[in-house]
């Protein structure tokens, strides 16, 4: 009895010894005298036995950035983002159970960019769009770590939605990349895009100015039968068809003025819009109700000069000819994202006809242009 005694009366000792101990060192992340760190890396400071009594995070102008420390006093975290090319001290205090003190110090500075990248996303936040919308994030310089970018970028969408980013080549200066959907979005669908860009490493001294949001709502599905030898533009919408027009395709025997086969995109419209293609010998013809499909010149709009023919004879120079009743109507109805499906022509859609050509590369093939395939 009395060796068991023993025993249990040692525990409790080397246990009360723990209790009155001082606290250990106070580690700090980023590590003190660290460089180059990542703006968007997150600040913490840590005691392990003990409690922080005070910590501050200051810049070289002495202004302390915001942070918040945990209820049981082990840690604390910074609350905002750092800046670039900036430098910072930590200073503070920790204490243990018996009184003494440990200082919290150091010192580390931030990567200073040779150039910061903006992103600008095509949709605007709380749009309505079209069941073929892309997303678009265009980069206004060049991005060499497409992965790490891409790593960076998340679509939620409220109902379970198959889709992949796919990086498409450098135009106006700077990197694009698209997200779509393996098959049509869903009606009525949420979708929120998240780009967490703000301190990420582009590459090659690149990197991310601003962090982007946004939400939109997938609208009603709203599609355009395109068969360009039947003469007609059919919409359907929600299964059903709620316009048949007759119509006039491009003329299939020159092949600069072939509609183009494959799946358009609504991209915009405009009332009037100024039509110029010297080759053809027109300058500033003014189209109305013009909705564009393509940026290589379709539009689906009105042309009095090819009512005769229109629901007969292809003659136009790419565009789809409609009446000026029918192209108001179809205008009205029109929104961003709205498919165009061009079928039976004999010119295929490709990178050649714009910045949405999305719905004409392959799934295999598009998941394949992911970075981070």
């Known amino acids: ?9 040692l525990v409790v000792l080397v246990a009360g010894c723990q209790v009155a101990t001082s606290p250990q060192s106070v580690t700090t992340s980023p590590a003190n005298g660290a460089t180059e760190v990542s703006p968007a890396t997150p600040v913490t400071v840590t005691v392990a036995d003990g409690k922080l009594t005070q910590v501050a ?32 001290t930590y200073t503070g205090t920790a204490i243990g159970a018996d009184g003494k003190t440990v200082p919290v110090t150091g010192s580390f500075s931030t990567v200073k960019p040779t150039q910061l990248v903006d992103g600008t996303l095509n949709i605007g936040d709380d749009d309505t769009v079209g069941i073929a919308a892309p997303i678009v994030l265009q980069f206004d310089d060049h991005v060499a770590d497409k ?21 498409l080549s450098d135009d106006n200066g700077g990197s694009r990349v698209h997200w779509r959907s393996k098959d049509y979005l869903q009606p009525g669908a949420q979708v929120t895009v998240t780009a967490k860009l703000y301190g990420v490493n582009y590459g090659e001294g690149r990197w991310g100015q601003e962090d982007l949001r946004l939400h939109f709502t997938v609208g009603r599905s709203q599609i355009v039968k395109a068969d360009v030898t039947s003469h007609r533009m ?3 919408r929600d299964g059903k068809v709620i316009m048949d027009f007759p119509a006039s395709y491009g003329l299939g025997s020159d092949p600069n003025r072939v509609t183009r086969n494959g799946t358009h995109v609504v991209m915009s419209k405009s ?3 100024l039509m110029s293609n010297p080759a053809y010998g027109y300058v500033n013809f003014p189209s109305h109700w013009s909705v564009r499909i393509s940026n290589n010149g379709e539009f689906i709009h009105a042309n009095p000069e090819t009512t005769g023919v229109q629901g007969s004879a292809n003659v136009t120079h790419g565009c789809v000819n409609l009446s000026t009743a029918n192209a108001k109507q179809y205008f009205d109805s029109a929104i961003f994202g709205d498919p165009v499906e061009v079928t039976r022509s004999n010119v295929a859609m490709s990178a050649a006809d714009g910045d949405i050509y999305d719905w004409s590369v392959s799934w295999d093939k598009w998941v394949s242009m992911s970075a981070r395939h």
Do not use: C, F
Request: hydrophobic fraction near 40%; charged fraction near 20%.
């Open 57 to 88: 995070v200051t810049n070289a102008v002495g202004k302390q950035i915001t942070g918040e420390l945990s209820d049981d006093g082990h840690s604390w975290r910074a609350t905002e983002p750092l800046g670039y090319g900036k430098s910072y």
């Open 234 to 236: 059919v919409v359907v």
């Open 1 to 9: 009895m009395r060796r068991a005694l023993s025993v249990v009366l």
């Open 147 to 167: 992965a790490a970018v891409e790593r960076a970028l998340q679509v939620q969408t409220s109902v379970p939605t198959e889709g992949s980013w796919a990086w």
């Open 271 to 273: 009332p009037l819009y």
